[in-house]
């Protein structure tokens, strides 16, 4: 897998903190979130020493290959196979991400993005084993992607269009997920890997 290194290249945002004001959900944004040296820390190690894993999904009756590579981390009392153990570079990010948002978060998918190829489609974070309007803590290290979001309901709502920069985090509480979709979407850009960590509460599996 050839990747890139080049962390100069990549942009930190300079809006800070934004509570967007929409109708059904809560969503905010934090440039700058990590610094610079910090987001160019984590996204070296994160890139290199994640057991990054490719995953097929179904797609209109048909098994596909995702057009991303993924990892997932579960706390040991919700134990199953093909858990990674935490690194100490995730514990740290996710305990700021904790600190931020008066959360405690059991688990993470993390999702590399290579190139303009790879995304993610339109979908809504609405997994079984994470209850009822689940809150999602995303961090993002490395190429700026254009995160959307569109209303599931009101065609009368523009959809939003959010650029998340290295080392920003982004919140989705309250009922986004019940309400809006969001998806990254394909670029033809020539762009370096991006990697998100989304940091969720699931339930313990008994």
Do not use: C
Not at 12 to 29: A, C, H, Q
Not at 85 to 111: G, M, Q
Not at 171 to 181: C, P, R
């Amino acid at each position: 897998m050839m990747l890139f290194n080049d962390t100069e290249l990549f942009f930190s945002g300079m809006r800070g903190k934004i509570i967007y004001d929409l109708p059904d959900t809560e969503l905010i944004l934090i440039d700058n979130f990590f610094s610079k040296e910090e987001s160019d820390h984590y996204y070296e190690l994160l890139l290199h020493q994640t057991k990054w894993r490719e995953y097929e999904m179904e797609i209109f009756d048909k098994t596909v290959k995702a057009p991303r590579m993924i990892a997932w981390y579960e706390d040991k009392e919700n134990i199953n196979q093909n858990i990674s153990d935490w690194s100490p570079e995730l514990l740290k990010i996710r305990k700021k991400v904790e600190n931020e948002t008066a959360l405690n978060f059991n688990s993470a998918l993390l999702n590399l993005y290579r190139n303009g190829n790879d995304s993610v489609a339109w979908h809504s974070d609405q997994e079984g084993n994470s209850g009822p309007n689940p809150v999602i803590a995303s961090v993002t290290f490395g190429e700026t992607r254009m995160f959307k979001l569109r209303h599931k309901f009101r065609k009368d709502i523009a959809p939003v269009e959010i650029p998340l920069h290295h080392g920003s985090f982004l919140l989705m509480a309250g009922t986004t997920n019940s309400f809006w979709q969001h998806q990254v979407p394909k670029t033809s850009r020539e762009v370096l890997p991006r990697i998100n960590l989304t940091f969720r509460r699931v339930k313990q599996k008994m």
